[in-house]
């Protein structure tokens, strides 16, 4: 994992790339001609139906060495605590925090889908509606086997270790404080060179988009250019090779006899990519009051119903306070959403203890939370001088305007959950006596 990848620049760009060894192997001026440059195969991958208004029409043309129909029927493999069902838990609105999950033990071989489990989740990818939030945990690179998701997008989001994620479209590294986004359909295969863990937030519709900016302007946040996407790379393997495949919340397996991950040339915008969270350029008051943390908003998947995500993914990184006469930290508060929060590195500014990296919270729809007694407290008293906070930190939000269900991993199995969480607000003393 040791050499540096090369990457194209842009996000929702029409990108096009070429494997060096094979020179002018995209055709010109055309999709499909009679006959390929070097005998290869043209692919179209979809990934908005093919009449979608062109602002959104995302397709790409993969130049591969074999056409991906050439495989095996798929066959149901077992997939654990691996999920779209949520149905088989009973609801539960407290607050919950969980433990860092556990790496797999190291007598065990675990490559990326075997450590794959799911958290909560909301709706159902038949209707292509809703997310769902997994961890993965594992040890050893996937071999001979790759994965796709039919159900929709994968936004990952590593907390240690570093996956090198060969696609269809090339090779990207993601370390942590770094996420990447494999879309609907991308074939892709996940090599790690020691432990490795994070989380996943998977969209059944649409895909994930950079937030407006409004009044904020033309530039700020996450910005365009800072989004990676890999360069053409293929294998020429004849070997037997295992396609995975997530179809309607079910995992299945096919046999073929080469790599998937023979694509000499691709045109397009419907790519995976990364983005380097420390590239966000964050903005905030410089007067009063905490604003609300859609500020932080890196990439959102809108629903229909104008500025009501079906998820935002937001980060808060490092950065000034500077806030006057202002209680600085995150406020108490109850959401119509559901706030499901990962620690990647540091400690997060609303809860110095507890919450560990590797760890989790949800916060479901109108469940309150908020700063807990020694925050509170803390922040009451601080000196209002302009201070770095954060510093050292990366803590993310998945915010869905669905309500989360948990799965019985998540509340159980996982043995992870926080018994005492509630108890971090119960020492807020009453202050009032009636006096200003
Ligand atoms: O609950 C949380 O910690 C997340 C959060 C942070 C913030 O700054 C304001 C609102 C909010 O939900
Ligand atoms: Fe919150």
New binding site residues.
Partial sequence: MSSELKYLCGFGNEFSSEDPRCPGALPEKQNSPQKCPYGLYAEQLSGTAFTAPRLENKRSWLYRIRPSVIHNPFIPIESANFTNDWSNNHPNPNQMRWKPFNFPDKEESVDFIQGLQTICGAGNPTMRQGVAIHVYSCNQSMKNSCFYNSDGDFLLVPQSGTLRITTEFGKIDVSPTEICVVQQGMRFSVSVDKEARGYILEIFNGHFELPNLGPIGANGLANPRDFQTPVAHYEDRDEEYSIVSKYQGKLFSAKQSHSPFDVVAWHGNYVPYKYDLNKFMTINTVSFD?C??SIFTVLTCSSNKPGTAIADFVI?PPRWSVAENTFRP??F?R?CMS?F?GLIVGKYE?KEDGFMPGGASL?SMMTP??PDAECFKAATEAQLIPSRVADGTMAF?FESSLSLSVTKWGEKSCQKLDPDYFKCWMNLKKQFNGEK
């Fill in positions: 905490h609300d943390p808060f995150p406020y508060h959401n706030e929060m609303a916060h939370h908020g939000m």
